[in-house]
């Protein structure tokens, strides 16, 4: 019994250990969250009014651009997975997955065929570990995300659409899967088109009641489309990372909260079992003690 003992204080102790190491995990994604909602906010203006002036521009320049320009009969689409680069985050990442699998299936369905661009170490794992081919995988930034990345990333998708048909590498469509954070409890899997261009929902789109503004082009509309288009493609991809990385960090502190509390409860049916055990063995060393005494009080009765 007393080895059984020990065993349940080294595995209260265990659990203690790594009750503190989840709980300082909660505190530390509770304090980033703080700081990935306010870039998150920060954000939103310049993508709002950017998305405006595009808005405005595309509609009211009758200018046929490259990335406003829809293929009669699109073949293939490139799709972007936005996932986290560390786990213990629950659920996230795979609900990003499954979001992009029924988007792939969605795509096949429709005829084309699909180049995937990864963000986060998490989609990398899941692609190489199935043996599935991607073009391209940036990581090492999923929980603190900057606008150069978002560029780098924002320039390969467009110079792959801006390819003609039948060229290596070449995709008449762009699509953006990411989680979007719309508070501390709920994070949605969300998939959006980003190329050709089209004023997509969210925070930074314009209220329908709203007038789009009146542009005088120079030195041409076309010209002015090249310059914002791309702007507008970077901005849109760096607000998807900045959401995720609010949603990965939400996501995190809730997986990390339920793991403390599970350790507790843990601990304290292990504390009861071995309480039980020190008891039981207590038990049984009385009982063995009295029955020493008794069998000698027998035998010197015998002698007697």
């Not at 791309?230 to 502190?253: D, K, M, N």
């Not at 079992?273 to 009982?287: H, P």
Request: hydrophobic share 40%; charged share 30%; with cysteine.
């Amino acid at each position: 019994m007393a080895v059984s003992l020990r065993e349940y204080r080294a595995r209260i102790k265990s659990t203690e250990s790594m009750k503190k190491i989840t709980r300082a995990m909660e505190l530390i994604a509770a304090s980033r969250i703080i700081k990935a909602q306010q870039r998150a906010q920060a954000a939103a203006p310049y993508a709002r009014e950017l998305t405006r002036a595009v808005s405005a521009v595309a509609t009211f320049s009758n200018v046929d651009h490259p990335l406003t320009r829809e293929e009669e009969n699109p073949k293939k689409a490139a799709v972007l997975v936005i996932t986290s680069d560390r786990g213990l985050a629950g659920a996230y990442s795979s609900s990003v997955i499954k979001e992009t699998e029924r988007l792939a299936e969605r795509l096949r369905a429709e005829g084309k065929e699909i180049d995937f661009y990864l963000a986060g170490r998490k989609a990398e794992a899941y692609f190489r570990f199935r043996n599935r081919p991607f073009v391209k995988a940036w990581t090492g930034f999923s929980d603190q995300p900057t606008y150069d990345k978002a560029a780098e990333i924002g320039a390969a998708l467009i110079e792959a659409f801006l390819k003609e048909q039948g060229e290596d590498g070449d995709v008449d469509e762009v699509h953006v899967v990411y989680t979007r954070f719309r508070s501390m409890l709920t994070q949605e899997p969300t998939a959006i088109r980003l190329l050709p261009l089209e004023v997509v929902e969210g925070e930074e789109a314009p209220d329908e009641s709203e007038l789009l503004p009146l542009y005088e082009f120079e030195p041409s509309a076309a010209e002015v489309l090249d310059g914002l288009l791309p702007q507008y493609v970077q901005s849109r991809i760096f607000y998807c990372l900045l959401q995720a990385a609010a949603s990965e960090l939400a996501a995190r502190q809730k997986a990390m909260k339920s793991a403390t509390d599970n350790a507790e409860e843990l601990i304290k049916k292990l504390t009861r079992i071995a309480n039980q055990a020190r008891q039981a063995g207590i038990t049984q060393e009385i009982s063995e003690i009295v029955g020493g005494v008794n069998a000698l009080a027998d035998a010197q009765a015998a002698n007697d």
